[in-house]
């Protein structure tokens, strides 16, 4: 028999199963578990595919969730610094706004008489014209002597209120009351926002 058999066939030995070669039906199924096996990977391939995109969207509903609640938690820490801060402010203002009225009215007080008639004779030189005919300035007489640099004549008049000054003249009258100016400005200061609560 070998002088009948001229080559010999060699099989791959891939297809060389423990007990023999392989047989044309048993490669037949080979193949078509080859074209099986591809299936079921690429089937895999898909899924994981599949579950891997679904991770990813998870993943970013996470994020995005997380996002919004640290977004909401940063409002709401906002909101609470804001109210803190506007509370703050209203003391604050309220604390000024009694700190401003306790030192005016300490400054009204420690205004000596003197001083007062000199405020008033300066307001006088700044409202009244410069050239005046017949101008008497007068005082309260515990506010005498007027101070000095003044361009028009003095009188005590007892009719007036210490501290009050009056300039008459032939065109007019002017007026400055240091006492009623100090109690306009103190009305002024408790109109204000924080003097309201404070006073």
């Known amino acids: 028999m070998t002088g009948f058999c001229k080559a010999r066939l060699d099989a791959d030995p891939r297809l060389q ?17 080859h074209v099986l096996a591809g299936q079921i990977v690429e089937q895999g391939r898909q899924e994981a595919q599949q579950l891997l995109a679904a991770a990813r969207e998870e993943a970013r509903l996470a994020v995005h969730e997380a996002q919004a609640r640290v977004l909401e938690q940063a409002m709401r820490l906002q909101q609470g610094m ?13 604390v000024v706004a009694e700190l401003a009225g306790v030192l005016y009215d300490r400054l009204v007080l420690e205004t000596t008489a003197q001083e007062k008639v000199a405020a008033g ?10 050239k005046l005919v017949n101008a008497v300035l007068r005082l309260h ?35 400055a009351d240091f006492s ?15 003097m309201q609560a404070a006073t």
């Open 17 to 33: 199963p423990l007990h023999g070669i392989l047989r044309g039906d048993a490669i037949e199924r080979t193949a078509d578990a």
């Open 82 to 94: 804001d109210a803190a801060m506007a509370e703050l402010l209203e003391q604050a203002q309220h």
């Open 121 to 130: 004779c300066r307001r006088l030189l700044r409202e009244a014209p410069p």
């Open 141 to 175: 007489p515990q506010d005498m002597p007027p101070p000095p640099g003044l361009p028009w004549p003095c009188e005590g008049d007892d009719r007036l209120e210490p501290g009050t000054c009056k300039l008459e003249a032939d065109s007019g009258e002017w007026r």
């Open 180 to 194: 009623a100016a100090a109690a306009a400005l103190r009305q002024a200061l408790a109109s204000l926002p924080g």
